[in-house]
């Protein structure tokens, strides 16, 4: 039976929205009781107090959002003393934060970029958040700075527009990248993944980004042909019940990074390099 990567109990995740909430209020943002992120660190508490009482009311919405808070709040943490996150984790503390619903928002923008500089830090890549894009990799050698520009995906109709944002935040950053697209809001919300193993889960994750990425095939590959980017990373994230893990509850993100088979060498060099530090890490 697989163990999921990361276990925490639901008294843990009130201590971890508890340290975050107060450190967030120490640096003068407000997390206030009734704002969308306050509401959410509650449902933390609520979790663990309907645990402890052993009563009936517990449900599935309150664990999703549970855990959507501790994932906002690890996220946050990560960066409260880098004076380039101020702005993203303002954004965060006063925007819709409601992961499981489909409202767009900057807060969730912010997220994204956080989500992805803590998956590429914990895998030992040397990331730092950058205005422009938004974050900036330093591969190795002489390969130098490779930006980051981080979109979030709320209808497919603006795939488009976003991919061309990116690529302008690229060449404003005067080093070479790529885009970065999440998925997660044109998944079903309010949803749980339900697969037998882990497996089946990131594969069914795979194929999502597969498909998203043969949509969009023709910008994507007019955006590097053109040299305006050398490939695209798609991630999708998902609350999943997974019979064959313990704990069956999990959060799973499936990561696919894809370029063009004709792209110039360099293209092919830079990625094959980032694809290097980010297996390096596992």
């Known amino acids: 039976m697989d163990r ?12 971890t929205v508890q340290r975050v909430q107060a450190a967030i209020e120490a640096r003068g943002h407000q997390c206030k009781a009734n704002s969308a992120l306050g509401s959410l660190f509650q449902k933390a508490r609520i979790l663990n107090e309907q645990w402890e009482a052993q009563t009936d009311q517990k449900d599935i919405l309150t664990l999703m959002q549970a855990d959507d808070a501790v994932r906002i709040a690890a996220a946050v943490e990560a960066v409260l003393d880098d004076p380039e996150a101020t702005e993203a984790i303002r954004r965060i503390t006063k925007s819709d934060m409601y992961l499981t619903t489909r409202q767009p928002s900057q807060g969730k923008d912010a997220l994204w970029e956080l989500d992805l500089l803590s998956f590429l830090t914990r895998r030992g890549v040397p990331v730092r958040m950058q205005e422009p894009p938004d974050l900036a990799v330093n591969l190795p050698g002489l390969l130098g700075d490779y930006g980051f520009a981080c979109k979030k995906v709320y209808r497919e109709g603006s795939v488009a527009s976003q991919l061309r944002k990116g690529c302008h935040q690229l060449r404003a950053m005067g080093s070479p990248g790529i885009v970065a697209f999440n998925l997660d809001d044109i998944t079903p919300g309010r949803a749980l993944l339900v697969q037998p193993t882990r497996q089946a889960a990131n594969d069914f994750l795979h194929s999502r980004n597969l498909a998203f990425m043969r949509r969009h095939q023709q910008h994507f590959q007019n955006a590097v042909m053109r040299g305006r980017c050398d490939g695209v990373l798609l991630a999708t994230t998902a609350q999943a019940d997974i019979a064959g893990m313990s704990p069956r509850f999990n959060r799973v993100t499936e990561f696919t990074l ?5 792209a110039e060498a360099g293209a092919h060099l830079r990625i094959g390099a980032l694809r290097q530090l980010i297996d390096g890490g596992r």
């Open 258 to 262: 894809w370029t063009v088979h004709e």
């Open 4 to 15: 999921s990567d990361r276990v925490q109990t639901y008294a843990e995740l009130v201590e």
